[in-house]
């Protein structure tokens, strides 16, 4: 509108009266959305069934997709696009209404102001950048990561803006006070051009990063979470088959729980399925917390998650079948820990009782509760007495601090490893189910078998994962698509009305003596400043949100930094290879804009 300004004062001069000149750009602006808008739905509608195949292949659906046009989508989107334009029309009539001929002809070459260094402004930059840098470097764990995430990216939007108006114009201003650096051709033109640059590009620049890292940030976690797959059901899943029991009075013993595990074994076998695994287990289970050495009740008023831990109580045979290890004998009274991170005291208080610690371990490997709250602890009892006192020393906590309903279950778990297709080891678990519900209603059983249990199967879980995963991953990458779309037109017409501004500047200075050359090598180290300081500046974003995305991660069960790591390298990549390929086609334009100058 800015370069068109000389046309419409030359149309008014000529005797069009303004009413006339509205009446041209009405039309113009009705070809234009007329085009655009038709034509976006046209390839909305056409694209819009293979976007839904897609969909479905990504989340697992085997359904057909039928053909169907959505009258209500197409009024919202024609509502919508064309309140857009008739802004945008408003907007038009209001400059040329409130402006004389005269004004628009020599509009287009009004003279440009120095832009002030606005100091407060870009301390209020870098205090936001910093301190939206601090809580994603700092946030302790995933739950915290939810509640600061957004607190964050609102701090980092806020200094980008800033740093952008304020901070790069500040910054070029004392590259300018310096002689030594400002008064040499090669930085001359450039330094004294960027000023101007900046000022009228810092907002679309600042746009440009902030939808380039959120380009970076959609892609690289949805990727990661789909290619994370297996290491996800790993985690949820420790087997392919899990079967829970819950005792709540702690009346049972591991005899009836030894028989118990032989007789799904025979259910499974029955079912076809080889047993490559086993593993079984008694425990008793809190979610605490630590004050020093004492085991408290959670304080659900003020939850402290990094001091939350999940605390399981085990006898040392249980432990020693579980774990597949041995461990020393445990005299009376005392306990074993293994935990994550290291329990480093010389005693724990559960209860009334002071148990010494004979001897600490670390969980072996990445223990999951680490990037959620503070972590696991393991208490390893003497005996099957022992860890039913414990037990109903948790329980009488549990009950104390949230009423009579809250008790802690003694819990028999039995895992299993099974051959065989997903198919196979749903058909299998439900086999399970369904055993063990008519052993519940036989009165001979034991009574073990009319306790609450659980049966949980890795192979449905994946069938949930798949959905789930494949969904955010398309979604990831429709959002991403359309970020960088965004980003792309932003750089192509930020590229063109450069241009356009540019191409008498770079002609006065030829005029005054600058040649071709430095002309030239002027235009380039502008332009490939201003293009990639966006770019420089979402990769800082990235790295200083790298903790922090890694532990909203660990809200669905992804503790692998290596694979996200390696997704958010080659998210980069693949962006910067599209981001230098817009600079190439982009930066075509622009020099031929320029013309001669180069």
Known sequence: MKRRKREL????????????IARVLFLEMLFTAAVTIGGGLLFGIAFGKLMTMLLYRMTG???????????????????????IYAVTLFYNFMQIKLSNPMELLHSANAGEREPKTKVL??????????????????????????????????????????LFTAGSIAVLKLLRKNKNYYYKSRHFTTVSGMIYRMKQNAVGLANICILSTMVLVV???TVCMYAGLEDELKTQYPAELEVLFYDPDGQQDSGTFDRMTDEIENVIKEN???????QKGIYAGAAVMLSGNKVIALDRSNMDFSNMYMLEVMTKQGFEEYMQESIPDISDGSVAIMADPVYELESIVIGDDEYPVEQTMKIPGKDAMTELVGGTVIVIAK????????????????????????????????????????????ACANAVREHLNEWQNDETNPQIMRLEYNVVSRAEGRIDYESSNGGLFFL???????????????????????????????????????????????????????????LVTAACHLAAAYPMLK??????????????????????????????????????SYYKIVGNQV
């Open 9 to 20: 004062s030359v149309y008014n001069i000529l005797g069009m009266e303004k009413k006339h």
């Open 61 to 83: 659906f085997n359904q057909s997709v039928p053909f169907t046009v959505s009258l209500t989508g197409c009024h919202h989107t024609l509502v919508l696009f064309g309140c």
């Open 121 to 162: 402004l870009a301390v209020i930059g870098a205090a936001a950048l910093g301190g939206g840098y601090y809580l994603a470097l700092t946030v302790a764990d995933a739950v915290s990561a939810i509640t600061m995430f957004f607190v964050a990216v609102l701090l980092v939007i806020l200094g980008t803006y800033c």
């Open 219 to 221: 892609i690289s976690m």
């Open 272 to 278: 076809g399925r080889v047993i490559t695994g086993r």
């Open 383 to 426: 005996d099957e007495t022992a860890l039913e006192k414990m037990r109903q020393q948790l329980s009488d906590m549990e009950t104390a601090a949230y009423g009579e309903d809250r008790k802690v279950d003694l819990t028999y778990m039995m895992n299993f490893d099974m051959s065989g297709s997903v198919e196979e080891k749903i």
């Open 476 to 534: 990831g990458l429709f959002l991403g698509s359309m970020f960088l779309m965004i980003t792309v037109l932003i750089i192509y017409y930020k590229q063109i009305s450069e241009g356009y501004e540019d191409k008498e500047r770079f002609a006065i200075m030829e005029k005054v003596g600058m040649s071709n050359a430095e002309v030239k090598a002027s235009i380039r180290s502008q332009v490939r400043t201003v293009f990639f300081l966006p």
């Open 551 to 588: 532990k909203l991660l660990a809200l669905v069960a992804l503790y692998n930094g290596t694979l996200f790591a390696w997704c958010l390298a080659g998210t980069v990549l693949v962006f910067g290879l599209i981001y230098l390929a817009v600079f190439a086609v982009t930066s075509r």
